[in-house]
């Protein structure tokens, strides 16, 4: 059972090593800055609708 338990580190290894195509940096930095952009475009997004029904309910409430 080892065995095949080292077998199978060892072709992980070598999968991830020699055969998995790897970004480059320039590419992964790219995405990395499109999901930033679009996290932050979400909250501003979140935080409007938030305060728009806050202020729903505040006239709701306070009416």
Do not use: G
Request: aromatic share 12%; proline share 2%.
């Amino acid at each position: 059972m080892f065995k095949k338990f080292v077998t199978y580190c060892k072709e992980c290894y070598d999968e991830l090593a020699h055969k998995t195509t790897w970004p480059t940096r320039r590419a992964l930095t790219h995405t990395a800055i499109v999901v930033l952009v679009a996290s932050i475009i979400i909250a501003v997004i979140v935080f409007c609708l938030d305060k728009v029904f806050e202020l729903l309910m505040q006239l709701i409430y306070h009416s």
